[in-house]
């Protein structure tokens, strides 16, 4: 399967339509038509429903839009690392993180790091960290800012200071906006948005304990985002890490602290023994320098 056929594959899928991704790719109709065909051949597989208004992918055809999109980025990524391989540290640093406090790090840490090198911009992708994780395997994300717990086993990482604590968000007029603080008896019977991360659901578990399995829960969420806008229409409560909500309009979200009270830690982690771009590694050794000067503080 060419990197180049691929690329003509999604332009397909974008334009759905032969005739019209032909005319973006600059080459003729039948040419176009002729790659796919000896894709889906050499495949044994069907990518496309043909329409008379537009062309549809078939599951496989979903499955390989998905694939191939990671494997541009990746080649893409690749390219631009080799072309950066120079003595000008210049490129893009790929950084995965949660909606967490300890993103709070990360503004001054780049804007001291791109004042030594002004050429090098940053690319932030919002995750949990067990997606963050495998593009990181995936060599897709460079760095990662990770909720633990987390299995750590692959990568070289330093523990935060920042303590990442849990509450649950409400309505400013819910009944729960006016305690001070949130226990497991005042969420018995209530609909609740809990965490999709199994690890941290099990943290959740332990701080219910044999409540746990009776919980009415309507939802689970990767990111607090998404569970506040389904609070905001008063569909659930969401339990979630405090992350950037005390940011957010006050006057359409609230939030309590857990009781007792529920904290975590969180890593800002690379691949060990990955080859990094030169952009990619000074960034991780600059981390490493000034997070750990802070520590000494």
């Known amino acids: 399967m060419e990197i180049r056929v691929l690329r003509y594959f999604l332009a397909v899928v974008r334009e759905e339509s032969i005739t019209k991704a032909a005319d973006l790719l600059h080459i003729t109709q039948p040419t176009l038509s002729r790659q796919i065909a000896q894709m889906e051949e050499e495949m044994g ?8 208004r537009k062309i549809v992918l078939t599951n496989e055809g979903l499955l390989l839009r998905r694939r191939a999109e990671e494997i541009l980025e990746l080649v893409d990524k690749t390219e631009r690392e080799l072309s950066e391989q120079e003595e000008t540290v210049e490129g893009t640093v790929s950084i995965g ?14 804007r001291s790091f791109h004042e030594r090198y002004s050429a ?61 603080r949130i226990t497991p008896k005042d969420l018995k019977d209530l609909p609740l948005i809990l965490p999709r991360r199994l690890n941290v659901r099990s943290e959740l578990a332990r701080w219910f304990g ?10 689970t969420s990767n990111l607090p985002s998404n569970s506040s806008i389904m609070v905001h ?5 969401a ?4 992350g950037s909500i005390a940011f957010w309009d006050k006057e359409k ?28 590694e000074k960034f991780i050794e ?9 520590k000494e503080q």
């Open 286 to 294: 600059y981390c490493k320098s000034a997070l750990s000067d802070t």
């Open 233 to 237: 229409h008063k569909l659930a409560y």
């Open 45 to 52: 597989v069907k990518l496309f429903d043909r329409g008379t």
């Open 120 to 180: 090098v911009t940053f690319d932030l992708y919002t995750a949990t960290a067990d997606h963050v994780k495998d593009r990181m395997d995936r060599g897709l994300t460079d760095v990662g800012v990770l909720l633990e717990p987390i299995n750590m086993e692959k990568y070289d990482y330093i523990r935060l200071d920042q303590q990442e604590q849990w509450v649950v968000v409400m309505c400013p007029d819910s009944p729960l906006a006016k305690l001070e």
């Open 97 to 110: 993180c949660g909606d967490l406090t300890a993103v709070q790090l990360l503004p001054e840490l780049i």
């Open 239 to 242: 339990i979630v890490i405090k």
């Open 210 to 219: 044999e409540d746990f399995d009776k919980l009415n829960v309507l939802f």
């Open 253 to 280: 979200i609230t939030y309590r602290p857990l009781f007792p009270e529920l904290k975590a830690t969180s890593v800002i982690a690379w691949k060990r023994k990955q080859p990094f771009a030169l952009a990619a």
